[in-house]
């Protein structure tokens, strides 16, 4: 009997959607409003903006549903793997007799149990340098086979293989299936790698043919590998965040680009490997340039080719025609040069009598103008002796003497000039305009 006091009455024969709608009846009046703990897995949010996600833990896991209007008050962005605790009602969605839980709010907890383990192995495998990006190789231009690892019954398998049918018909896929989830997936891919290793050998390569395991068929030399698969919860990619799957993927002797999931997907292979591509049509692309852009590269080249050859050949046959205008005859070119050596004999000629016209010329032209030069040279010189002599006679004493003044000497010849040099009774010379006289002093003044 239910709470509600409404009983289920034996043998009653139900209409789905009436029992479906008694269920959810029960659910609300029994369970109405229900808080669970668990952690997100599948979370994804419809275009319409509600979202949609199962809630889990070790012993049982729960449909959910948020719709917009509860969808637009969550203050993060919810991830799988992390630990949530969630506020909400139990129903039974009809159409499929499912039971879901309609979510009001989430509030996070804390990283599930296995993000917590993808983030302890995602540390441990950056602290060994599996991540450097000094580790990464480029991807090679034009590999001559590339491996794929993927699931046979996987769509990326279809959607790798179209891509690369599209692009690079001509280059040749060597495919390793392997399992990409549960339990056995690590090991399986970790066999794909090792077999695909073997043909990135120098030399040809052998590997057992995957369709017929008990032939052997040479297998061309592998250049670049895939590891692809599609999209899924973190517990569906768990395959890819393997220890030993790294540590392959990084000994790997030729670059490994890895197509996991979708573009918000991130698993340890991505971050060890060469090349993360955000799905694996991207990865099959990144790999493959398309033999169409190769055919018009070639075809350019091709012109190019073409016309400096031509060009090539245009000019030496222009060398060719000078040089046989140039050789000609063996006489007629002696002649030619006979009269190139009279033509510069005459002009060598000329040119000595021309230079020896000038140089006369010029000489006659100095002896005209000699007798001028001399002579004016000679008037130059005399008026500056005239000129000399005039000042030479300026500075005559006795031309100063002659105005009256006097030049005295003491008694041993020295010029008197200040009163300060004589004293009283002192002999000295006074010379005149027209000779001297001997003077006493008789006062010295104030």
Wanted: hydrophobic share 45%; proline share 5%; charged share 20%.
């Amino acid at each position: 009997m239910f709470e509600g006091g409404q009983a289920l009455l034996p043998g009653r024969v139900w209409q789905v959607g009436a029992l479906c709608r008694a269920i959810a009846d029960a659910l609300q009046a029994r369970f109405n409003p229900v808080t669970v703990t668990g952690e997100l897995s599948g979370f994804s949010r419809a275009a319409s903006g509600h979202c949609y996600f199962s809630l889990k833990d070790a012993n049982g896991q729960l449909r959910c549903a948020m719709f917009k209007r509860a969808a637009s008050g969550l203050s993060f962005t919810p991830r799988d793997g992390e630990r949530v605790e969630v506020e909400g009602k139990l129903g039974v969605y009809e159409p499929r007799g499912d039971l879901q839980l309609i979510v009001e709010r989430i509030t996070r907890l804390g990283q599930g149990n296995l993000f917590e383990q993808f983030l302890l192995l995602k540390a441990k495998l950056e602290a060994q340098g599996l991540f450097d990006a000094a580790r990464k190789r480029p991807l090679p231009v034009m590999p001559r086979a590339i491996g794929l690892v993927t699931s046979l019954g996987a769509a990326a398998l279809h959607d790798v293989v179209t891509a690369l049918q599209r692009r690079v018909p001509h280059i040749p896929v060597v495919l390793a299936p392997a399992s990409v989830q549960g339990a056995s997936a690590p090991a399986e891919l970790l066999k794909s790698l090792s077999n695909l290793y073997l043909l990135t050998q120098v030399g040809q390569g052998l590997l057992p043919d995957i369709s017929h395991k008990k032939s052997r068929t040479n297998r061309p030399i592998v250049d670049v590998i895939l590891l692809v698969r599609g999209g899924g919860a973190m517990e569906d990619l768990w395959a890819f965040n393997d220890e030993a799957l790294a540590h392959a993927i990084a000994q790997s002797p030729v670059p490994v680009v890895t197509g996991v999931g979708h573009e918000t997907d991130f698993t340890i292979a991505d971050f060890v490997a060469d090349l993360r591509a955000p799905t694996p049509t991207a990865a099959a692309e990144l790999v493959a340039q398309p033999q169409q852009a190769w055919l018009n590269a070639l075809e350019h080249l091709e012109r190019r080719l073409q016309e400096a050859t031509q060009r090539h050949l245009d000019r030496q046959c222009q060398r060719l025609d000078v040089a046989a205008a140039r050789l000609g005859r063996p006489s007629n070119r002696l002649a030619s040069q006979r009269l190139r050596l009279s033509a510069v004999e005459h002009q060598l000629q000329a040119g000595i009598r021309s230079v020896l016209a000038r140089r006369t010329q010029h000489l006659t032209y100095l002896g005209q103008q000699l007798p001028n030069a001399v002579r004016l040279a000679l008037q130059c010189q005399q008026q500056r002796v005239g000129s000399a002599q005039v000042k030479l006679e300026l500075l005559d004493p006795h031309l100063v003497l002659q105005r009256g003044y006097a030049w005295l000497q003491d008694d041993h010849g020295q010029t008197v000039s200040s009163r300060k040099q004589v004293h009283l009774g002192q002999a000295v010379t006074a010379t005149l305009a027209d000779g001297t006289v001997d003077l006493t002093v008789k006062s010295i003044p104030l």
